[in-house]
């Protein structure tokens, strides 16, 4: 099955600094990989996602880059704000629609 | 709206207990999932539905019991649970269960804690 690493597990940053999350992942049929941050006693809410299709995407602050040959993909949050502080998680879905594979979390710090 | 919603937001139950979790999304998804997120954990897959029908079971113990009367909810019976059950059980709902086409989207969780 699906296989998905994550780094780092805790990331502190200045306010107004960016901030880069980085995933691998081992299954080469793999061609959905979404991004969550869930704030405390909430649910997952969706941020951004990529597929295999694309190189990288871009939403405001937030882009995502997906390397299929080196099985890598990464969030970018640029000019970070307190409310960014957040647990973030990458997920990759195989390609037997067996659901989503999350990678273990970071804990995004925003330093005022 | 992308929304999806859960009762109840917290229970506890002892272990002898029955109990329900319920989920409800009106967005037409017809592919509804239930994970469970431990403290510090990632979320993972326990069941999902696939137009009503039960797709995927990820090995989870009998004590868990899903049921998905309609397209809107799905349902998450609980029967004799363990302490280490305890968790935050979170629902997710997609358009369709097709790999890497649609988007899931999660509720707020219940908040279990088996006593």
């Known amino acids: 099955g699906e296989n998905v690493e994550q780094h780092p597990s805790t990331l502190s940053v200045q306010e107004g600094d960016s901030a880069v999350i980085k995933c691998t992942y081992s299954?080469?049929?793999?061609?959905?990989f979404p991004w969550y941050k869930q704030e405390l006693g909430k649910g997952p809410q969706l941020i951004i996602d990529?597929?295999?299709?694309?190189g990288e995407k871009k939403d405001q602050r937030i882009a995502v880059t997906l390397n299929k040959t080196a099985k890598h993909f990464s969030l970018h949050i640029t000019e970070t704000q307190p409310e960014d502080s957040a647990v973030y998680f990458c997920?990759?879905?195989?390609?037997?629609?067996?659901?989503?594979?999350f990678g273990k979390g970071t804990h995004l710090i925003i330093q005022p | 709206d992308t929304e999806v919603t859960q009762t109840p937001k917290h229970l506890v139950m002892g272990m002898t207990n029955k109990k329900s979790l319920k989920c409800e999304q009106h967005?037409?998804?017809?592919?509804m999932y239930w994970y469970k997120q431990k403290a510090k954990k990632p979320p993972e897959l326990m069941f999902v539905?696939?137009?009503?029908?039960?797709?995927i079971n990820e090995s989870v113990p009998s004590r868990f019991s899903p049921e998905c009367p309609n397209s809107s909810l799905l349902n998450l019976h609980l029967h004799a649970l363990q302490p280490e059950d305890s968790a935050l059980y979170l629902c997710?709902?997609?358009?369709?269960?097709?790999?890497?086409?649609?988007?899931?989207?999660f509720g707020p969780g219940t908040r279990l804690t088996v006593t």
């Open positions: 997710a709902s997609s358009q369709a269960l097709m790999a890497g086409s649609y988007e899931q989207y």
């Open positions: 299954d080469s049929a793999s061609n959905y």
């Open positions: 990529i597929r295999s299709n694309v």
């Open positions: 997920a990759a879905e195989g390609g037997g629609a067996d659901g989503l594979t």
């Open positions: 967005m037409g998804h017809r592919a």
């Open positions: 539905y696939s137009y009503e029908k039960l797709s």
